[in-house]
């Protein structure tokens, strides 16, 4: 863990202690899962604040930290971490203004007795290089998520629709040990697969067409994210073509990575090789985004992005082409960003499945 360079931060910016609020940011420092918890650290000192639903399951766990509860004695959460603040924050403190609600801003300004000071992914530097337990995480839910995948291959000819596949995704994910998925899983049956965020409807499996499937799951707290095209039974030689035309476009922005390239320098490997074959007008996000305890984190694989790959840093690679009122192709790997090159994750192979 890196509470240590994270404290030495706080001290760095002029900082008495720094007000962690959000979940995954929460999580990340303590590794205690909730819905309801603060961390305040200061230069020596960690704390990790909660309400009666997780106190006591927070003493057991969190060995090496000072467990406070928070609303006792019929008093109101956030007034009473304004108080904890006010004992324990010291003369300055910063807090997450990316993720605060302008309400919980007010309170803590109106209510801490020192000077408040926002930052914007206070984290980012810590939490985008990935340590080796964390590594080995991703790993597994990339791994049990090509597994997942492997055994829907065997039931997606016998789905009645989309929202079956959903639910047999669930229920595998469960099945292999996550906690649940890592984003709503898209099924894009037909013509439902030419937009890049369909939202899994009833509409059936067809006999002869394509099926977008991006699905990922949470294992252990961290993500995972994977994209297949699959084609059940006849499909367009047009389609087949557009297949592989993303497939070099994936390989090459693979290629690309590395650590200290620019990020738009794999996003521009991936567009134009689509460009090139005809399709750049639609291909229509970014080529990927980092990946972690959240599903998105930076950086973002884009051309707008001023970001470089970092060593350790976990992204996804995933091009795709969407012709609408037709289809479309989306392939999707996991990498690690390395020294002199990449680490692909994803164990399913990217040629085309026809079932």
Same mark, same amino acid.
């Given at each position: 863990?890196?509470?240590?360079?994270?404290?030495?931060?706080?001290?760095?910016?002029?900082?008495?202690?720094?007000?962690?609020?959000?979940?995954?940011?929460?999580?990340?420092?303590?590794?205690?899962?909730?819905?309801?918890?603060?961390?305040?650290?200061?230069?020596?000192?960690?704390?990790?604040?909660?309400?009666?639903?997780?106190?006591?399951?927070?003493?057991?766990?969190?060995?090496?930290?000072?467990?406070?509860?928070?609303?006792?004695?019929?008093?109101?959460?956030?007034?009473?971490?304004?108080?904890?603040?006010?004992?324990?924050?010291?003369?300055?403190?910063?807090?997450?203004?990316?993720? &605060?609600?302008?309400?919980?801003?007010?309170?803590?300004?109106? *209510?801490?007795?020192?000077?408040?000071? *926002?930052?914007?992914?206070?984290?980012?530097?810590?939490?985008?290089?990935?340590?080796?337990?964390?590594?080995?995480? $991703?790993? +597994?839910?990339?791994?049990?998520?090509?597994? %997942?995948?492997?055994?829907?291959?065997?039931?997606?000819?016998?789905?009645?629709?989309?929202?079956?596949?959903?639910?047999?995704?669930?229920?595998?994910?469960?099945?292999? *040990?996550?906690?649940?998925?890592?984003?709503?899983? $898209?099924?894009?049956?037909?013509?439902?697969?030419? %937009?890049?965020? =369909?939202? &899994?409807?009833?509409?059936?499996?067809?006999?002869?067409?394509?099926?977008?499937?991006?699905?990922?799951?949470?294992?252990?707290?961290? #993500?995972?994210?994977? &994209?297949?095209?699959? #084609?059940?039974?006849? !499909?367009?030689?047009?389609?087949?073509?557009?297949?592989?035309?993303?497939?070099?476009?994936?390989?090459?922005?693979?290629?690309? %990575?590395?650590?200290?390239?620019?990020?738009?320098? !794999?996003?521009?490997?991936?567009?134009?090789?689509?460009?090139?074959?005809?399709?750049?007008?639609?291909?229509?996000?970014? +080529?990927? =985004?980092?990946?972690?305890?959240?599903?998105?984190?930076?950086?973002?694989?884009?051309?707008?992005?001023?970001? !470089?790959?970092?060593?350790?840093?976990? $992204?996804? $690679?995933?091009?795709?082409?969407?012709?609408?009122?037709?289809?479309?192709?989306?392939?999707?790997?996991?990498?690690?960003?390395?020294?002199?090159? #990449?680490?692909?994750?994803?164990? +399913?192979?990217?040629?085309?499945?026809?079932?």
């Amino acid at each position: 863990m890196k509470i240590r360079q994270v404290q030495k931060k706080i001290q760095a910016e002029g900082l008495s202690s720094f007000l962690f609020s959000s979940r995954a940011n929460v999580f990340y420092l303590s590794r205690f899962p909730s819905s309801s918890a603060f961390v305040l650290l200061t230069g020596k000192e960690k704390y990790f604040l909660t309400d009666g639903r997780y106190y006591e399951g927070a003493k057991k766990k969190l060995k090496g930290w000072q467990v406070i509860l928070l609303g006792d004695k019929n008093r109101k959460v956030l007034d009473h971490l304004i108080e904890v603040l006010n004992k324990l924050g010291g003369r300055k403190l910063g807090f997450e203004e990316d993720r &605060t609600t302008v309400s919980f801003y007010k309170k803590l300004k109106e *209510g801490f007795k020192g000077k408040v000071e *926002g930052f914007s992914g206070f984290l980012n530097q810590f939490r985008t290089a990935k340590t080796k337990g964390e590594l080995k995480l $991703i790993k +597994t839910a990339v791994e049990k998520t090509d597994t %997942v995948f492997s055994r829907l291959l065997e039931y997606l000819p016998e789905a009645e629709n989309e929202l079956d596949v959903r639910r047999f995704i669930i229920d595998r994910i469960f099945r292999e *040990g996550g906690s649940g998925e890592s984003f709503p899983s $898209i099924v894009a049956a037909g013509k439902n697969s030419a %937009v890049p965020h =369909h939202q &899994t409807s009833r509409k059936k499996i067809p006999k002869n067409g394509v099926v977008l499937i991006d699905m990922g799951m949470v294992y252990e707290g961290y #993500c995972s994210d994977f &994209t297949r095209t699959v #084609c059940i039974g006849k !499909v367009s030689r047009e389609f087949e073509k557009v297949y592989r035309i993303v497939e070099e476009a994936h390989l090459t922005a693979v290629e690309k %990575v590395k650590a200290g390239v620019p990020v738009k320098e !794999v996003d521009r490997a991936a567009r134009e090789v689509i460009k090139k074959y005809g399709y750049g007008d639609y291909f229509l996000h970014s +080529t990927g =985004h980092g990946l972690g305890i959240e599903i998105h984190e930076p950086p973002r694989v884009s051309q707008q992005s001023e970001e !470089v790959l970092v060593e350790n840093s976990v $992204i996804t $690679i995933e091009p795709g082409i969407y012709l609408p009122d037709k289809w479309g192709v989306r392939l999707e790997n996991v990498v690690v960003v390395e020294k002199n090159g #990449c680490k692909v994750l994803t164990g +399913t192979p990217l040629d085309l499945i026809k079932l």
